[in-house]
């Protein structure tokens, strides 16, 4: 027997999808400073020559690395608050949860692209008597961006991604708006198909403005 399509359902309940992608844009705005803040703090240590920044930043890396995001996510929402007493709201949670979780892997693309761009450079900004910030900020990081971008937009897709994990507690992101209305509606096919090309619509021009400036950078070098 067939399954009769009905996308009907959809247009009539369109603001629910509206609003449910605007707490998703939301919730991955909040994550994306936190991890690119941290990541960039992350990274610098890592190639810091103190011993104890480069050994805390590594085990922060691979903590994070190391462990599934929706366990650091109930972690820090159930257990947070019996450790230090203070209990945060479930939006919250999740975007610190998922700014943390992420920040592991910025540090290493950062890391990667800066360890990318020949030594030589730095030794010669040196040479002309730049301190290591001043070379970092003019000549390092300068050319360490065209290593970065791929990894960073794939991340940050990732991240667009991982946001659904906040129907786990509760967020009234884009995927836990839709269970809700699939228990309204007994709807499922049509209103996870709808989510699926909502997250495709968002996520795509990230991996298609990377592909372009990857062309664009092949095509200078």
């Keep these: 027997m067939g399954y009769n399509w009905d996308f009907s359902v959809v247009w009539e309940y369109k603001i629910t999808f509206l609003m449910g992608a605007i707490v998703t844009a939301k919730l991955t705005a909040l994550a994306f400073v936190i991890a690119l803040i941290i990541g960039l703090g992350l990274a610098f240590s890592r190639i810091s020559d103190s011993r104890v ?24 929402y159930y257990a947070l608050p019996i450790v230090t007493g203070v209990q945060l709201d479930n939006f919250t949670s999740v975007g610190i949860g998922l700014g943390l979780h992420t920040s592991a892997y910025y540090c290493e693309v950062i890391r990667a692209g800066i360890l990318a761009v020949d030594r030589g450079q730095m030794d010669a900004a040196k040479a002309i008597g730049m301190r290591r910030g001043q ?59 709808t989510v699926a090309v909502v997250f495709a619509i968002i996520i795509y021009p990230l991996i298609w403005a990377s592909n372009r400036l990857e062309r664009y950078w092949a095509l200078r070098s």
């Design 53 to 76: 920044l480069r050994g805390c930043a590594t085990f922060y890396v691979e903590a994070f690395r190391s462990t599934p995001a929706l366990v650091q996510l109930v972690w820090i």
């Design 135 to 193: 070379a970092m900020r003019r000549i390092i990081l300068p050319q360490a961006v065209r290593f970065m971008v791929p990894p960073f937009m794939n991340e940050t897709a990732n991240l667009i991604k991982l946001t659904t994990l906040g129907s786990v507690l509760a967020v009234y992101e884009l995927l836990h708006a839709s269970n809700n209305l699939i228990t309204n509606t007994y709807r499922p096919l049509e209103v996870y198909t």
